[in-house]
C-alpha cells in the first residue's frame, strides 16, 4: 500500500521558472493537503481540498495554484518561482472527522 | 487566531532517560490536539492523539494528556531509544474545517548510547 506518493523529491529550479508538483494517494481520501516546511517555522498550510473539484486557500497560498481533478490526484504549481519558495513541500490526505492525517515523504525544492 | 508553542530544541539525551517535550496552544475553540514525528528523510507520521479535555494519548511508549485548564499537552516518554531520535511536532485542528493542522515549530530529539 503506497500511501501518500509525491512526484518529483527533488528539484531546482531558476527564479522565474514554472512547476508543477503531483500528490497521488491511494486510501480514497476526501480530503487533501499542502504545506510547507521551513526552518523554525513547523509546517504551514499552503492549500487544501475537500474534495475532486474543489480547493481552498491555507495560511500562505500567495504565488501557489492548485488543481483537484481527480479525487486521488492534488497538483500544486508554481507560476513563477521566487527564491522564497525555496522549501521542502508535504502533501497530506485524511478522511473527514478529525481523522489522522497520512504525509507524503515530501519535495525538497531549491529555487536559485 | 490558534497556535502552538513547542520548547525549542535540540533536545538531547542519553539512552533511557526521561523525555519531556513541552507543548502549549492558544485555541478560539475546542480542538483536537495531536503529536507527529518525522524520522530523518521521512514524511510526518502520527504518534499520538487526544480529542477531548483530560484524554490521554499513548503510543510506542510516548504519552501525553490534554490538559485544558493549563492549555497543555506534554510529550513524555519513561525510556528513550536512540531508535526515537526524530523531530516531534505537536498540532491542532478542529472537526469540520477539513482537519487543517496547526503545528508547532517542531522539536528536534537527539538521543545518544
Known amino acids: 500500500n503506497a500511501g501518500v506518493t509525491q512526484t518529483p523529491k527533488f528539484r531546482v529550479l531558476k527564479t522565474g521558472q514554472s512547476m508543477t508538483l503531483l500528490c497521488a494517494q491511494d486510501?480514497?481520501?476526501?480530503?487533501m493537503y499542502w504545506y510547507r516546511q521551513d526552518p523554525g517555522m513547523g509546517l504551514r498550510l499552503i492549500h487544501y481540498?475537500?474534495?475532486?473539484?474543489?480547493?481552498a486557500k491555507g495560511e500562505v497560498p500567495d504565488g501557489y495554484n492548485v488543481s483537484r481533478l481527480k479525487k486521488q490526484n492534488f497538483l500544486l504549481g508554481l507560476e513563477s518561482a521566487a527564491p522564497s519558495q525555496t522549501s521542502v513541500y508535504f502533501c497530506?490526505?485524511?478522511?473527514?472527522?478529525?481523522?489522522?492525517?497520512?504525509f507524503g515523504q515530501g519535495t525538497r525544492l531549491t529555487v536559485v | 487566531g490558534d497556535s502552538v508553542t513547542q520548547m525549542e530544541g535540540p533536545v538531547t539525551l542519553s539512552e533511557e532517560a526521561f523525555l519531556t517535550i513541552n507543548c502549549t496552544y492558544t485555541?478560539?475553540?475546542?480542538?483536537?490536539l495531536f503529536w507527529y514525528v518525522q524520522y530523518p528523510g521521512e514524511g510526518l507520521q502520527l504518534l499520538l492523539k487526544?480529542?477531548?479535555?483530560?484524554d490521554k494519548g499513548s503510543n510506542k511508549g510516548f504519552e501525553a494528556t490534554y490538559r485544558k485548564e493549563t492549555t497543555s499537552f506534554h510529550l513524555e516518554k519513561g525510556s528513550v531509544q536512540v531508535s526515537d531520535s526524530a523531530v516531534y511536532f505537536c498540532?491542532?485542528?478542529?472537526?469540520?474545517?477539513?482537519?487543517?493542522?496547526?503545528f508547532g515549530t517542531g522539536t528536534r530529539l537527539q538521543v545518544t548510547l
Open positions: 481540498s475537500v474534495g475532486e473539484g474543489t480547493t
Open positions: 485555541a478560539t475553540g475546542y480542538p483536537s
Open positions: 497530506a490526505s485524511s478522511r473527514p472527522a478529525n481523522t489522522e492525517a497520512f
Open positions: 486510501m480514497n481520501h476526501e480530503y
Open positions: 487526544a480529542t477531548k479535555a483530560d
Open positions: 498540532a491542532l485542528s478542529y472537526t469540520g474545517t477539513a482537519s487543517k493542522l496547526t
